[in-house]
């Protein structure tokens, strides 16, 4: 007689998967350190440093997403006012933060993200509904959510 199935009885689980979180929305981040454009890099270098961030959000005083500022960027500051022997401590980050920045919806699938991660080599995504940061998603915020969920059926 032959092996039947190693996984037991198999029963109609129901929706397991609709009340299942897999929303980028349920792990996000919502309370964020951001910037705006008229900071001082090094103020936003000390923010870095002191929150353990790798950067951050840039918005405006209606808190709409209009760059994001990352310690690459910093560096590259550091790097060019030491070439060109030029002080740093009254420049802004307007000139130095990314402006096209690429956003996720709050809405995808957690697994679509990840995989969004991969193609785009980000390492942080701001959600942004109605023109308002409403906030992040980090490649950690991800493998959180597939350590949580790894006992679930990921279709």
Partial sequence: MGIKSFQGSRRQQGNVADNTPFKVSDYMTTNLITFTPDQTIES????????RISGGPVVNEKNELVGIISEGDCIKQISESRYYNMPMQDMTIEKH????????DGEMNIFDAANKFLNAKRRR???VEKGKLVGQISQKDVLKAAMKLKGHNWK
């Fill in 44 to 51: 936003v270098m000390e923010a870095i440093i002191k929150y």
């Fill in 125 to 127: 995504f701001p959600i």
């Fill in 97 to 104: 933060m990314v402006r096209n920045v690429e956003t996720i």
